[in-house]
């Protein structure tokens, strides 16, 4: 496991109260746009950049990604990956540390981290994000104008402009956007549309994009199908999901508690976590260089785990709980009691059952944040963009289960596909933090 290297800057006189305004932050971002990022200086004293700007530019990557039409939300991790991995590159490519992740090439002497960060974050987001190109600028313009103007700030620039563009031309046909579609014909266990809208399936191409780290989707993405129809383990989730996830028409057996936990779950997790991870960096007061490496690494992690869900679930095609309840009398199996009215509490989303993106998500996220600190003590805060509140969880395993009962509770997945989804974002976390963004000598 890998383990944070202390910080070698000088102490910053940073109030530690301020993790929750962070959480408060993510969420007005969405509203107010990038060009409401929160700009600070640098201190005299400190021979590193102000670390402030990784946080500062996920949140405007954030809200740039909100905002594109162009993108599903599925999508966003991987554009989050790109722009952390440009960061990281960038500042260790300066400050050293950890191994570069694929830019190994030297800046000038002496270039500006802060500002190389910044200028990796905003080309990598204005090249894949044309749409937001005037906010973006501001946001740019008002990053950089904390930076005394120096040759060490042009220098900065320029090699922070270099490691995008090498990241971009990484990721030239990688397979995103490509021509894949889910075709499997209806049939007992297959997915298919559901309602109310009965959408196609939303990215189907996901699976097969050349993963970051991980080598390809199918690494991990082919566990197999847990069970058939007529196994004991099917007729027990399935009379679980069916007792526990109704919605208040169809009626359920979860308790206030269970609902209440269910709601928290079924947002945004992607500005769940940036919040998470940007409370993380403020509250284990990171540097810029540790914390460009906790946000690469864990968002390289998230985007190789949800290649590896969606592998699975064009390659499965597993039916949801709202089909498998509705259709129960063509299962074969007699004691799955078909009710053809049964709905969930949150509407399902389109695509398949097995397995569960946001437990996959969420396994990535617990795992890969548990390798790049070095301690199974998280002591997460979580923001919901459905719930109002936060929640603490101290260890990954809190989170993880609450995760995995709350879709159950939604009524939108089987038990086993969110457990194999945790499974699987695990699995990809530990290759990405076993063969990148690793210290310097190993």
């Known amino acids: 496991m890998a383990v944070v290297v202390p910080s070698t800057h000088a102490p910053r006189d940073r109030a530690r109260g301020r993790a929750r305004p962070w959480l408060v932050a993510a969420f007005a971002l969405m509203l107010l746009g990038p060009s409401a990022g929160l700009a600070t200086s640098v201190a005299a004293s400190s021979p590193l950049g102000d670390p402030g700007v990784i946080s500062q530019w996920n949140l405007i990557a954030q809200s740039t990604l909100l905002g594109d039409t162009t993108k599903r939300p599925q999508e966003h991790f991987l554009y989050l990956a790109f722009m952390n991995i440009a960061i990281y590159d960038a500042v260790v490519g300066i400050d050293g540390r950890y191994q570069p992740y694929g830019l190994h090439t030297s800046p000038a002497a002496g270039a500006s981290d802060q500002a190389a960060a910044v200028a990796a974050a905003h080309h990598v987001l204005e090249t894949y994000s044309p749409y937001a190109q005037l906010t973006l600028d501001a946001a740019y313009a008002t990053s950089l104008a904390a930076i005394p103007d120096s040759q060490a700030k042009t220098d900065g620039i320029a090699f922070g402009i270099l490691s995008a563009n090498h990241l971009i031309a990484q990721r030239t046909n990688d397979g995103r956007n490509a021509n894949i579609t889910y075709n499997k014909a209806p049939a007992p266990g297959v997915w298919r549309p559901t309602p109310p809208a009965n959408l196609p399936m939303f990215v189907p191409w996901m699976g097969a994009v050349t993963p970051l780290v991980?080598?390809?989707?199918?690494?991990?993405?082919?566990?197999?199908?847990?069970?058939?129809?007529?196994?004991?383990?099917?007729?027990?989730?399935?009379?679980?999901?069916?007792?526990?996830?109704?919605?208040?028409?169809?009626?359920?057996?979860?308790?206030?508690?269970?609902?209440?936990?269910?709601?928290?779950?079924?947002?945004?997790?992607?500005?769940?976590?940036?919040?998470?991870?940007?409370?993380?960096?403020?509250?284990?007061?990171?540097?810029?260089?540790?914390?460009?490496?906790?946000?690469?690494?864990?968002?390289?992690?998230?985007?190789?785990?949800?290649?590896?869900?969606?592998?699975?679930?064009?390659?499965?095609?597993?039916?949801?709980?709202i089909t498998a309840i509705n259709l129960a009398d063509t299962d074969g199996n007699p004691d799955t009691a078909v009710n053809a009215t049964w709905v969930p509490l949150l509407t399902t989303p389109p695509y398949p059952d097995y397995v569960s993106g946001y437990s996959g998500v969420t396994g990535a996220f617990t795992r890969s944040l548990q390798k790049t600190l070095g301690t199974g003590q998280l002591n997460l805060t979580l923001a919901s963009t459905s719930a109002a509140g936060t929640r603490q969880f101290a260890k990954a395993g809190d989170l993880n289960a609450a995760v995995i009962n709350a879709r159950i509770w939604l009524g939108i997945h089987f038990r086993a596909a969110d457990v194999d989804g945790v499974k699987m974002g695990q699995k990809s976390a530990n290759w990405v933090l076993d063969h990148a963004f690793l210290p310097i000598g190993g």
């Open 214 to 321: 991980v080598k390809s989707g199918a690494q991990f993405g082919e566990p197999g199908l847990p069970y058939s129809l007529t196994s004991k383990q099917y007729t027990t989730e399935f009379n679980e999901v069916k007792s526990m996830g109704g919605n208040a028409a169809t009626g359920s057996n979860r308790t206030a508690a269970q609902t209440a936990t269910a709601i928290f779950f079924s947002g945004n997790a992607q500005v769940q976590y940036t919040g998470a991870l940007i409370d993380q960096a403020d509250t284990r007061d990171l540097d810029i260089v540790d914390s460009a490496r906790m946000f690469a690494a864990v968002n390289t992690s998230i985007a190789d785990g949800l290649i590896a869900v969606w592998h699975a679930k064009l390659k499965y095609g597993f039916w949801r709980p």
